[in-house]
């Protein structure tokens, strides 16, 4: 076990098997040594975390949700290292999409779950850009969507 996959298991988390496109569609491309991985939804082990943040789903949830996008997205990047995650040079950067009411603030916050879980994780390699959207609605009605671009060797 490298030593990201063992920085993982110390925080609990085992990395799923990369999880299928939902439509037409690629999980992640690579250009040379940049990853671009498609969005993630919040998916946990108990089917599609549905809800909207302002209305029936609190930041908190939110953000646990956004957790559990960051693990589908070092599972993809995984898939994309050929199963070592240990080459991942670096996050570059998170693009989260919040599914939330007109007058929510809050998404910064919800995509810290992500951002925060990935920087434990991955210590200097997780530091990265960020953007955190509003987003009327998501597919399927999950709650957090997130894409990421990362730099492997």
């Known amino acids: 076990m490298g030593k ?4 993982l298991a110390e925080l609990g988390v ?25 969005g993630q939804i919040s998916k946990g082990d108990d089917g599609l975390i549905v809800g909207k943040m302002g209305d029936d ?6 953000a646990a949700a956004a957790k559990i996008c960051a ?5 993809q990047v995984k898939a994309a290292c ?3 995650l240990d080459r991942l040079v670096r996050v570059i ?15 910064p916050a919800v995509v810290n779950g992500a951002s925060d ?11 990265h850009s960020r953007s ?6 998501l597919p399927f009605g999950v709650a957090v969507e997130i894409e990421g671009i990362f730099q492997i060797k």
């Open 82 to 84: 050929g199963g070592d």
């Open 57 to 62: 789903m609190s930041t908190e949830d939110g």
């Open 14 to 38: 085992t990395l799923p098997d990369a999880p299928a496109p939902a439509a037409n569609y690629v999980p992640y491309v690579q250009v040379g040594d940049i990853v671009y991985v498609s």
């Open 132 to 137: 955190a959207v509003s987003a009327a609605s």
């Open 117 to 127: 879980f990935i920087g434990e994780a991955l210590g200097d390699a997780g530091k």
């Open 93 to 107: 950067k998170l693009t989260g999409f919040v599914n939330s009411t007109a007058d929510y603030g809050e998404q």
């Open 4 to 7: 990201f996959e063992s920085k």
């Open 71 to 75: 693990i589908a997205l070092l599972a």
